[in-house]
C-alpha cells in the first residue's frame, strides 16, 4: 500500500510545480529571445551530475523519462517519487559590462511504478524552455532607447508506459502535454519629447501534444552491464495562440498616456517543433558506470506562426561516470555515498553575426542515501559557460546547485493486520 506520508509529499509538489510553472521566468538569459527560449538543464540532480547523459540508464531506483523504454526496470512492486530543486546564479559578461543575477526553481515532479512483470509506467512534470530577459540598446541614428523584456516558458506534463519485449530488449512511449506562454515587449523611447514613445507587447500561448518513443538494448560484456539506446522524437505541429499589441504614448508625470493604438489582434497557428533524435550507450565496470549520450535535432524546420526566427542545427554530447564502493557488505555511511562527475557540449540552434552560440558545461554530484529508508538525496553541481563577447555579444557563466529527492516506497502490499 502506498505511504500516506508520500501522497502528501505528492499533494504538496504538484500545487508547487503548478504554481512555479506559471510564475515569473525562471532564467535570465539574453539568448532566450531567440525560438522558444533556453532549454532547461537536466530534470534531475542524479542525471545532471552524471553530464545530462541519461538515455541509456539502467539505473532501477531512479525514473528516467529521457527514454520511456526504461520504466520497465523499474522493480516489482515499487513506487518511486522524484523531485527536485534548483538554484542558478548567472554571470553576464560583454564589452563593456558585467551583471549577476539569480533563480531557485522547482524543476521537476516524476513518478513511477511497474503494473506487471514486463509493463512499466511513469508521469510527471518537466521544465522544457525558459525565457527570461531584459536588455537595452542604444539607436544614435534615431536619438532613442530601445528595451526589451521577455519572460515565460514552456512546461510539459508527460504520461509513459514500457513494454519489455524480452530479457534484453524493451520498447516504450510518451505523450506529452506541452503548456505555457512566452511574453515579449519592446518599447522604443526617443529623446525628442515632441515625438511619442511606443512599445509593443506579444504574448504567445501554447497548448498542444508531443509524441516520442524510445527502445532500449541491455545485455552483459565479460559479466558487466552493457546497454545500447535511441529515443525518437517526431516532428510536432502545436496549436498555438497570439495576442499583439502595437501603440504610441507619451509621459504625463509618472504614467503613460496611450495616444494612438497600431495593431490589437489575436490571431491562431501552429508551432512546428522539429524532430529529436538521441542515441546513447552504458557500460558498468566493477565499480564505475560510464554513460554516454549524443543527440541532433534541425532547428531550421521550427516556425511559430510561420517564422523560423533563422534558427540553425542542434547538436549535444554528454558523457558521464558514476563511482561507488563494491563492498556491499561494508556498514560505513561512506561505502554508500556514490560520487559522479560529466561533462557536456551543445551548440545551441542560436547564431549570430557568423557566431555559433555554444554552451559546455562540468558537473559534479553525489548521492546520499537514507539509511532508515530508501529515500536518496542527490546533490549536483553545474559550471557552465554560454556565448561569447566576440562582435558585442555577450557570455554567460553559470553556477547551478541542483537538489533531488527520491522517494522509494513498496507499493501493491496487502495489510495482514487492520
Not at 83 to 90: F, Q
Not at 409 to 415: G, H, L, N, T, V
Request: glycine letters at 6%.
Amino acid at each position: 500500500m502506498m505511504n500516506d506520508k508520500i501522497k502528501k509529499i505528492l499533494a504538496i509538489f504538484l500545487c508547487l510545480f503548478t504554481i512555479d510553472s506559471f510564475s515569473q521566468s525562471n532564467t535570465f538569459s539574453p539568448y532566450s529571445r531567440f525560438g522558444l527560449g533556453t532549454f532547461s538543464n537536466n530534470f534531475s540532480s542524479y542525471y545532471q551530475s552524471m553530464g545530462g547523459a541519461s538515455t541509456a540508464s539502467l539505473n532501477s531506483f531512479y525514473v528516467n523519462p529521457s527514454n520511456p523504454a526504461s520504466y520497465s526496470l523499474i522493480q516489482p512492486k515499487k513506487f518511486i517519487f522524484h523531485t527536485s530543486l534548483k538554484n542558478n546564479t548567472t554571470f553576464l559578461e560583454s564589452s563593456s559590462k558585467n551583471e549577476v543575477y539569480n533563480n531557485a526553481k522547482l524543476s521537476s515532479l516524476i513518478f513511477g511504478f511497474p503494473i506487471n512483470n514486463k509493463i512499466g509506467f511513469s508521469s510527471g512534470f518537466l521544465p522544457y524552455t525558459n525565457s527570461g530577459y531584459d536588455l537595452f540598446e542604444r539607436d544614435d541614428e534615431f536619438e532613442a532607447d530601445k528595451f526589451y523584456k521577455g519572460t515565460g516558458g514552456i512546461s510539459k506534463l508527460y504520461f509513459g508506459t514500457s513494454f519489455k519485449i524480452s530479457k534484453s530488449l524493451s520498447v516504450g512511449a510518451n505523450a506529452s502535454y506541452l503548456f505555457g506562454a512566452i511574453n515579449r515587449e519592446k518599447r522604443i523611447i526617443f529623446d525628442d519629447e515632441s515625438i511619442f514613445h511606443s512599445r509593443s507587447v506579444e504574448r504567445v500561448n501554447i497548448k498542444g501534444y508531443d509524441y516520442e518513443i524510445g527502445l532500449l538494448f541491455k545485455n552483459e560484456i565479460n559479466q558487466n552491464d552493457f546497454s545500447l539506446a535511441i529515443v525518437l522524437n517526431s516532428q510536432s505541429n502545436i496549436s498555438s495562440k497570439r495576442f499583439e499589441l502595437a501603440e504610441s504614448f507619451e509621459f504625463s508625470g509618472f504614467s503613460e498616456q496611450v495616444k494612438d493604438t497600431f495593431v490589437n489582434l489575436t490571431q491562431r497557428g501552429e508551432l512546428t517543433l522539429p524532430q529529436l533524435i538521441s542515441f546513447g550507450l552504458s557500460y558498468k565496470l566493477k565499480n564505475l558506470n560510464l554513460i554516454g549520450e549524443y543527440s541532433i535535432q534541425d532547428w531550421s524546420n521550427y516556425q511559430l506562426f510561420g517564422q523560423s526566427d533563422d534558427l540553425i542545427s542542434s547538436e549535444k554530447l554528454n558523457i558521464g561516470l558514476e563511482y561507488y564502493n563494491q563492498n556491499t557488505n561494508s556498514t560505513a555511511y561512506l561505502s554508500k555515498v556514490k560520487y559522479r562527475f560529466g561533462f557536456y557540449n551543445f551548440q545551441t540552434p542560436i547564431q549570430l553575426n557568423n557566431n555559433k552560440i555554444n554552451e559546455t558545461g562540468l558537473t559534479l554530484g553525489i548521492g546520499l542515501p537514507n539509511q532508515r529508508s530508501k529515500t536518496i538525496y542527490d546533490l549536483s553541481l553545474l559550471l557552465g559557460r554560454r556565448g561569447t563577447t566576440n562582435d558585442n555579444l555577450i557570455a554567460e557563466n553559470f553556477v547551478e546547485i541542483g537538489l533531488s529527492i527520491n522517494f522509494d516506497a513498496i507499493w501493491f502490499i496487502k495489510r495482514k493486520y487492520d
